[in-house]
Antibody
Framework: EVQLLESGGGLVQPGGSLRLSCAASGFTFSSYAMSWVRQAPGKGLEWVSAISGSGGSTYYADSVKGRFTISRDNSKNTLYLQMNSLRAEDTAVYYC????????????????WGQGTMVTVSS | QSALTQPASVSGSPGQSITISCTGTSSDVGGYNYVSWYQQHPGKAPKLMIYEVSNRPSGVSNRFSGSKSGNTASLTISGLQAEDEADYYCSSYTSSSTPLYVFGTGTKVTVL
């Protein structure tokens, strides 16, 4: 069964850091681009970051550029999101999502999603 | 790049058909045949329902169909069922430099 399982969320103070993980199973992880998408409480979906299957190309939304870093370990079938300098507006459920292509493409859709992990930034 | 515009809510009775619109510009919806639709039940992860305007992934009911006209894409649910009650989001290719992926504002579908 194709599955994504996020972990690492929690409560953190403004200015703090957190690392999210997404464990993949049931497919050849290195063959697909991956993204992080977040959803603030009661709000819509917002794309955060994407990484190619090889890990050689990364992309970020302006709202997180310079603060968040996406990476992947294909030997461990795991995707990561390192979040630094967290702000209250980063409070959201963070989903990892699988693309259908190896490269990151604007034409792609997200065919598999994890269950999400909640990040709360508050003092 | 602003979010694509969707109606906040759409409702219908069981068995009826409903259509959800997703309006963008010639730089996104109108310019490319890369519109996707996601269904999200409360507290659950989104699920891909339609990709490339009108294609259904394996396992998605053929009651769901997609189309596009000009700068507006549409998702139609025919034979509405109670299990279809959920939030629906569109997404489109965008030629804007950022963000890489843009989503719609979301539509709450209520089955009366």
């Amino acid at each position: 069964e194709v599955q994504l399982l996020e972990s690492g969320g929690g409560l953190v103070q403004p200015g703090g850091s957190l690392r999210l993980s997404c464990a993949a199973s049931g497919f050849t992880f290195s063959s697909y681009a991956m993204s992080w998408v977040r959803q603030a409480p009661g709000k819509g979906l917002e794309w955060v970051s994407a990484i190619s299957g090889s890990g050689g190309s990364t992309y970020y939304a302006d709202s997180v550029k310079g603060r968040f870093t996406i990476s992947r370990d294909n030997s461990k079938n795991t995707l990561y999101l390192q979040m630094n300098s967290l702000r209250a507006e980063d409070t959201a459920v963070y989903y990892c999502a699988k693309g259908s292509l190896q490269g990151v493409s604007r034409s792609d859709a997200f065919d598999i999603w994890g269950q999400g992990t909640m990040v709360t930034v508050s003092s | 790049q602003s979010a694509l515009t969707q109606p906040a809510s759409v409702s219908g009775s069981p068995g009826q058909s409903i259509t959800i619109s997703c309006t963008g510009t010639s730089s996104d919806v109108g310019g490319y045949n890369y519109v996707s639709w996601y269904q999200q039940h409360p507290g659950k992860a989104p699920k891909l329902m339609i990709y490339e305007v009108s294609n259904r992934p394996s396992g998605v009911s053929n009651r769901f169909s997609g189309s596009k006209s000009g700068n507006t894409a549409s998702l139609t649910i025919s034979g509405l069922q109670a299990e279809d009650e959920a939030d629906y989001y569109c997404s489109s290719y965008t030629s804007s430099s950022t963000p890489l992926y843009v989503f719609g504002t979301g539509t709450k579908v209520t089955v009366l």
